[in-house]
């Protein structure tokens, strides 16, 4: 077996040292009844590498990838070019085979780039420190629920009708055992502002009010101004939580922090990883430094070695399980490092310049798609104000039309009747993403293909 | 003539304490922040140009400058690629870090992942266009059934502690759908921090079971405890000291009996996989570390997966989403609105936005497939040996505490007795062994044994790499016994000697800022 | 002033109705560094044997239970930017926080400096 070191003298003389007649002795606390004499029944044997690669290949060939058809699907997860030295780079065995810093002596190279990844997020989102990763957008978004607990020492959460309701979904099994409360709604296809329920929002809160939660730009795409909500938010005492599932949008869209946001948090994905069919993603989560003691996961800070040279460590470990234990602010240990890394990485390679260009790009191409699909007969555009992701109202049920445009291998985006199963008001929904990978001709293919699917 | 340029003639008395003007030592080579180092002005990515449209934004876009500083291409190559030579990884050499499991990760794994048929495929296409991938994740969850001998897997979670999450919240579940409030949950003292973590973010209570003379945990007292109010017990097998819990199907059925359920952390399910199935034993429920048994790289802490494994007694509240197989293919039910299928009537709902850790998926199949059913039991033989190996070769330099109880499972466990007398603790113990060119092994785990050293060699040590490692480390020994004071300050070659954690923790600089 | 001491490593200094509160020497010697102290807020009741405070150093997080009930007056506003004060002073400047005692009778539990060292000397 070509990934195991040891030989049959090997095993047979480390045997001889240990004192065990054989492998079984080794294995003697093992009760008879759940000791197995052979392999594991039902499985097949070990198998060449060539023959692995084989049958791995043969499964991914069944998919249709997004890389060879016109595709404008997003709602959380977003197809963008990752620069070719970002794989490279990830790929080194001193990042890919290391593990969480415990050895700071030995794990500099690690360290430095969680400080620099911690940088680069809490400027990306607007605020002032972020953590080192969560394991995704979704899971971020209820530990700041709990955060805001934490905080406040209330246990109420608004809960915007235009978050991601997978996210939402996640939250309310997360609480389900909780005290917490949770108060959402289901989107309405309102047309110019869907899901916009700030409003409402800002009149629902009070004095139990923990937190409220509005995601921007929105599950439909939209955008708004949320410097109002948070004054409100404030002034009640509550904290104000923002979720952002394309990252890529705040090169071009004033950030949470910048509005008022007390805790953000966010879907990474968008900026140095792939799509890998929804994970490993990465979660962003940023806050106020006052707020830093209350704040769950792994945070790297800077300070000296014994010689005075400055160097990085884990550190505020104190709210963390391995020491907390029943206490911890969170029991998440192991995170997303080398999506992290790749995002770091990605963005690195951006700076300013080149994260403004593409959010600006991603903007410009989407309100040209917007413009043209807004034109076809029976389509109305319903997102006016968006980044690179915008609702459509069909003139019929828009789930089997997704599945005809990928008939005709277009992947054309999300129906809302798959978010939203059962809620009639928004069957005939679906939301279009459109990012720098969508050339012309993916326009000229998908607007010919919804043509034809809606005649 | 002969020619003998640049040819070292004589090699020149030794002279430890060279300064560079760079700071840089040979290969060592320093590296600034990316803040001090990029600039805003530059970018190292080429972007088509942005066409002319009338902005959608609102009067909202962002005016103010972000800060993000940027490296031009072959700048970023080399930032990062001097960082990386500042790590320690798996790829330099052994990682004996007990109850992490660091194993060699096959590069085959990275390249299947890498496919675009898994990679580029986004989580919300249609589901006739992805049935390749719906068919990994299903034959991947047969081999996490048939391994396990269990019923049902959730393939969601997102790493270990995320998986006794979905375990937990699934016994919570059960139990009131049976309209049983219990409040308390049994935890061994040598538990995982996660697990109580786990436990309280559920609304229980945690209770401590203390571990016997054995270094397993106290029957008796466990049993004693088991009431009306107990909902589960949370015990890891092999447990933290590195041993299999004996009594774990007396234990599974006494709290059955009391109208429990048994939460198994399965960390450590890399001991015996292919030689033992959990269901067995009797378990409800147990996570499966994909980045530890079955090698998915740990990343410097990330992205792990944690798939857990179900009773039938559990299964029906198992979350969402999950994968069935239909007439044609295969079916990803996402939506409670949408189940059809009697045997996840109940369940408790969603835990992550999409469909789990594909790219861990796809790592974890191709590692389980190049073993087969039976080199993932030589997998568990020669974990279970290499480790038995370093606790026979040093048992007489360190205390083993529960050597005399028999053979260790993956993990061998010592105490700092050793140290006594000299001053030096397990830390300093630890600090050395960089020098010495190896990662330390855990320490201070499991809580139960004073000073603990946890030694994890994994099944991908050669016996050399082994032998290499028990004679630096009883040198080690020996050297700290005859002349303490060198140890104190270890490391002393590594690229930055000790870290003054308390001033990072008193004053927490957690980001880079530019000078005003 | 009267010098009070718990099992849990505390100690009060009671003058009148009021009681100051912190750990003792001992206690911060056994955390080592400390890095940060949670105390709570003026106008927080506490109850004796619950958590009142928090205190953490590198390497552990402890709670600090209240040793009697009361409502705390004031909290030490220095531990917050020099938390070394603990490790300096633990029995004078590195005091936690003052509360007015709800019932002076469950002073007479807790042990004098004597029984206190006693106890620690036993260690």
């Known amino acids: ?39 594991i029944a039902g499985l097949p044997m070990h198998s060449p590498e060539m023959q692995v690669e084989r049958a791995l290949a043969a499964m991914a060939g069944r998919n249709l990838t997004a890389g060879t058809v016109p595709f404008f699907v997003g709602g959380g997860a977003y197809k963008h070019h990752v620069p070719a030295s970002v794989d490279h780079l990830i790929q080194r065995g001193e990042f890919l085979t290391s593990y969480t810093p415990y050895q700071p002596e030995i794990a500099q190279g690690t360290l430095q780039v969680l400080f620099e990844f911690q940088t680069q997020v809490a400027r990306l989102l607007g605020m002032e420190v972020a953590n080192a990763s969560m394991y995704d957008g979704s899971t971020a978004m209820t530990e700041a629920v709990f955060m805001a607990r934490r905080v406040t020492r209330r246990a109420k959460a608004l809960v915007s009708a235009g978050v991601h309701p997978h ?8 609480t389900r055992f909780t005290d917490d409360e949770v108060v959402t709604a289901k989107p309405a296809l309102a047309s110019g502002k869907p899901g916009d329920d700030l409003d409402s929002l800002i009149a629902g809160i009070d004095g139990r009010t923990s937190c409220v939660v509005v995601q921007n730009p929105n599950v439909l795409g939209h955008i708004a101004d949320l410097k109002p909500l948070a004054d409100a938010c404030h002034a009640a005492g509550a904290l104000l939580i923002v979720v952002v599932t394309e990252v890529v949008s705040l090169g071009a869209v004033a950030s949470p922090g910048e509005m ?171 939301i279009v993403a459109v990012t720098e990978t969508a050339t012309d001709a993916d326009f000229d293919a998908f607007e010919d293909a919804l043509d034809e699917v809606l005649a | ?24 030592r040979a290969l060592m080579l320093e590296e600034p922040l990316l803040f001090e180092r990029g600039s805003l002005e530059n970018c190292g990515v080429d972007l088509p140009d942005v066409p002319v449209v009338q902005d959608r934004l609102a009067g909202l876009g962002r005016a103010r400058v972000i800060g993000l500083p940027a490296l031009s291409e072959p700048e970023t190559v080399r930032h990062y690629t001097r960082l990386s030579r ?63 001998g269990m019923p049902e897997v959730a393939m969601s979670p997102k790493a270990g502690a995320h998986g006794e999450l979905c375990g937990m919240l699934a016994i919570r579940a059960a139990l009131e759908a049976r309209g049983d409030a219990r409040s308390v949950v049994l935890v061994p003292e040598s538990a995982h921090g996660t697990n109580p973590a786990t436990a309280a973010f559920c609304g229980y209570a945690v209770e401590n079971i203390p571990a016997n003379a054995r270094g397993r945990v106290d029957v008796d007292a466990l049993l004693a405890r088991l009431g009306p109010d ?60 994909l980045h530890k048994t079955f090698s998915t790289p740990h990343g410097g802490g990330g992205p792990g997966s944690g ?68 080199g993932l039991r030589l997998v568990a033989e020669d974990a279970v040996l290499n480790a038995n190996y370093i606790l026979a070769s040093l048992k007489d330099v360190f205390t083993a505490p529960f050597a005399h109880t028999g ?32 990662h330390p092994m855990t320490m201070y785990f499991p809580l139960v044994v004073h000073g603990a050293m946890l030694v994890e060699p994994t099944e991908t040590e050669s016996k050399a790499s082994l032998d290499q490692l028990v004679g630096a480390l009883r040198s080690l020994a020996a050297r700290m016994l005859e002349a303490p004071d060198a140890f104190r300050t270890s490391p002393h070659m590594a690229p930055r000697r000790r870290l003054d954690e308390t001033a990072a923790a008193r004053k927490p600089v957690l980001g880079y800022r530019d000078a005003a | 002033m009267t010098l009070y001491f718990t099992t849990d490593h505390e100690w009060l200094n009671v003058e009148g109705d009021t009681a100051t509160v912190g750990i003792t020497d001992y206690a911060q010697g056994q955390l080592g560094d400390v890095v940060f102290v949670e105390v709570p807020a003026p106008g927080t009741v506490v109850a004796k044997g619950k958590e009142a405070a928090v205190v953490e150093s590198v390497k552990a997080a402890s709670d600090v239970y209240s040793p009697v009930s009361g409502t705390v007056t004031e909290a030490n506003a220095a531990l917050e930017a020099d938390p070394a004060l603990v490790n300096t002073a633990a029995e004078g400047d590195g005091w936690f926080f003052k509360l007015t005692l709800s019932d002076k009778t469950e002073l007479d539990g807790l042990m004098d400096v004597a029984a206190y060292r006693a106890l620690v000397a036993a260690l």
């Not at chain 1, 234990?325 to 490092?337: L, P, V």
């Not at chain 2, 499972?409 to 397990?426: K, P, Q, R, Y």
């Open chain 1, 1 to 39: 077996m070509r990934y195991l070191p040891l030989t049959q003298p090997d095993r047979d003389a480390m045997l001889r040292v240990i004192g065990a007649p054989d492998i079984d002795a080794l294995f003697a606390d093992v009760p008879e009844a759940a000791r197995l004499a052979a392999p």
């Open chain 1, 167 to 174: 996210y939402v979904a996640v939250l309310n099994t997360l």
């Open chain 1, 260 to 430: 008022g946001a007390d805790i953000v948090v966010g879907e990474g994905q968008s900026i140095g990883n792939g799509l890998n069919f929804g994970g490993p993603y990465l979660g962003l989560f940023a806050t106020r430094e006052k707020f830093v003691r209350q704040m769950p996961g792994r945070l790297c800070g800077e300070t000296v070695d014994a010689d005075g040279k400055r160097g990085f460590v884990l550190t505020l470990s104190t709210r963390e399980q391995h020491i907390r234990r029943e206490k911890a602010t969170s029991n998440i240990c192991t995170n997303s490092g080398l999506c992290a890394l790749a995002f770091s990485i990605h963005l690195t390679l951006l700076g300013e310049l080149g994260l403004r260009k593409l959010a600006m790009l991603n903007h410009a191409r989407a309100v040209q798609l917007a413009e043209r699909l807004g034109r076809i007969p029976g389509v109305e555009l319903v997102t006016t104000q968006f980044f690179n992701e915008f609702t459509l109202r069909l003139p019929v049920e828009a789930r089997p039309v997704i599945r005809k445009l990928a008939e005709r291998q277009v992947l054309g985006g999300i129906s809302l009747g798959r978010l939203y199963p059962g809620v009639a008001a928004l069957e005939n929904g679906m």
């Open chain 2, 1 to 24: 003539m002969m020619n003998n340029q640049g040819r070292v003639t004589r090699i020149a008395a030794s002279d430890a304490a060279v300064e560079t003007f760079t700071g840089n």
């Open chain 2, 86 to 148: 500042q790590n320690y990884g798996i790829d330099l050499g052994i990682f004996p870090l007990g109850s992490c499991t660091m194993k060699h990760n096959p590069r085959l794994n990275e390249k299947m992942a890498r496919l675009p048929g898994f990679a580029d495929i986004h989580p919300l296409q249609p589901q006739a266009t992805v049935q390749g991938a719906l068919q990994l994740i299903d034959t991947l969850a047969t081999w996490l059934k048939t391994l396990t």
């Open chain 2, 230 to 289: 107990v909902a589960a017990v949370m015990i890891t097998n092999p447990n933290t000291c590195g041993l299999f819990e004996p009594d774990m199907i007396a234990i599974c059925e006494a709290v059955h009996a009391a109208g429990g359920f048994v939460y198994c952390d399965g960390a450590n399910f890399n001991a015996i996989v292919g030689r033992v199935r959990p269901g067995d034993l009797g378990i409800d429920a147990m996570h499966i570390n």
């Open chain 2, 307 to 374: 798939p857990v494994v179900f009773s039938a007694a559990l299964a029906p509240f198992a979350p969402l989403p999950f994968i069935r197989k239909v007439k044609d293919g295969f079916e990803l039910v996402e939506e409670m609105q949408a189940r059809q299928s009697k045997d996840h009537d109940r369940s408790f709902g969603r835990m992550v936005a999409f469909h789990g850790q594909m790219g861990m998926f796809v790592r974890a199949l191709a590692y389980m497939m190049s073993h087969g059913a039976d």
């Open chain 2, 407 to 438: 053979p260790c499972m993956h993990e061998a466990l010592f105490s700092d007795d050793f140290l006594d007398g000299t001053g030096l603790t397990t830390l300093d113990f630890a600090k050395a062994m960089i020098d010495e060119g190896f």
